[in-house]
């Protein structure tokens, strides 16, 4: 059973759910502790950890860097207390995300004709517009044919970020939070490259449904081999938690209590 889940989105990236609803969406899952990891954006509060309704919600963050080969990734960092740094790296990444959410919507209304009727601020990406996408009545597309034909990797309407370099993201979640992780491994084109940087992390995310069987001895063996402590979550952007996670006595060994 599932006591923490280190992985969730709320509406102040591209989750459904509102933070506080959160705490009621974690005990119907059976949930006790969750970490908030929206999109590059901190949460409401400068504690590293609150109660809420009873549920035990963790200041998370998941931020996106990138390689000096080019090699994008996320990392979830746990247990924030904000930085000035933190702050100004994320206020940059907003902006551009903002930037970008107008191009990528601009460029999918021109290629299909239509007005998405979406408005771009604070936390906006691109599930949101294949939402808008998949909602409107002269859009061709479904969510998932959104992102396949459209807005995806080398889809007519996508639009790169621009992301902080890995070094200075995994430094200014290491100076705010107390664990630095690297995301689900296999879900990057080179996860072997991957799971080369968690020789400078503190962990991985060893639990995740990937909606596919992998082999997670790779992960296992960077685990042992750079002494990291294996975190776990859904990537709930929707309602259900739980889906993957941490039993109590793994997440009492993260050291994020007290």
């Known amino acids: 059973m599932v006591y923490a889940d280190l992985h969730v989105h709320t509406t102040r990236s591209d989750g459904v759910l509102e933070p506080d609803e959160v705490p009621a969406a974690a005990r119907r899952s059976d949930v006790s502790v969750v970490a908030l990891t929206d999109h590059d954006r901190l949460q409401p509060f400068d504690e590293s950890a609150v109660e809420r309704?009873?549920?035990?919600?963790?200041?998370?963050?998941?931020?996106?860097?990138?390689?000096?080969?080019?090699?994008r990734v996320d990392l979830l960092g746990y247990g924030i207390e904000p930085t000035a740094a933190l702050e100004a790296t994320?206020?940059?990444?907003?902006?551009?995300?903002?930037?970008?959410?107008?191009?990528?919507?601009?460029?999918?209304?021109?290629?299909?004709?239509?007005?998405?009727?979406?408005?771009?601020?604070?936390?906006?990406?691109?599930?949101?517009?294949?939402?808008?996408?998949?909602d409107h009545p002269d859009a061709a597309y479904d969510y998932q044919g959104a992102f396949e034909h459209l807005i995806g990797g080398d889809c007519p309407c996508f639009v790169p970020r621009e992301l902080p370099s890995f070094d200075r993201g995994r430094?200014?979640?290491?100076?705010?939070?107390?664990?630095?992780?690297?995301?689900?491994?296999?879900?990057?084109?080179?996860?072997?490259?991957?799971?080369?940087?968690?020789?400078?992390?503190?962990?991985?995310?060893?639990?995740?449904?990937y909606g596919r069987e992998i082999d997670p001895e790779p992960i296992d063996r960077a685990i042992e081999r750079h002494g990291l402590v294996a975190t776990g979550g859904t990537d709930a952007h929707g309602r259900e938690f739980g889906v993957a996670g941490l039993s109590e006595a793994a997440y009492r060994g993260l050291g994020l209590e007290g």
């Open 53 to 71: 309704e009873g549920v035990r919600i963790v200041h998370g963050i998941e931020l996106r860097v990138e390689t000096d080969a080019g090699l």
């Open 90 to 134: 994320t206020r940059r990444i907003q902006r551009n995300r903002i930037e970008r959410g107008r191009a990528i919507v601009e460029r999918v209304e021109d290629r299909l004709g239509i007005d998405l009727g979406v408005t771009v601020e604070d936390g906006f990406g691109r599930p949101h517009v294949a939402r808008a996408i998949d």
């Open 171 to 209: 430094d200014v979640l290491s100076e705010a939070g107390r664990i630095v992780s690297l995301a689900h491994p296999f879900r990057y084109p080179d996860p072997a490259a991957a799971l080369e940087l968690t020789s400078a992390l503190d962990g991985v995310e060893r639990y995740y449904p």
